[in-house]
């Protein structure tokens, strides 16, 4: 799981380094084997749609907002539940 995780951070174009930490020697081996895993494109999206946080305010406000004024233009209002 630790390799994944660095994987997916060396993967990222807005991460410009990763810090690890180990205790021991074959914790260090795992962490630096994450330089060897190749994530796919598939991969990277799965990963960033399973680990994404709910939208915080006022983010989620921002975009409901953008979707009325989008709707309002098309001539339609968009359904709130």
Do not use: C, F
């Amino acid at each position: 799981m630790a390799q994944i995780a660095i994987a997916w951070l060396l993967h990222r174009k807005v991460v410009t380094s990763v810090i690890i930490g180990a205790k021991r020697p074959d914790q260090l081996q795992d962490n630096i084997a994450a330089t060897t895993i190749t994530l796919s494109p598939e991969d990277l999206t799965t990963l960033d749609a399973v680990s994404a946080l709910p939208p915080e305010y006022p983010g989620w406000m921002i975009e409901r907002q953008s979707s009325y004024r989008a709707g309002a233009k098309a001539g339609e209002l968009p359904k709130t539940s």
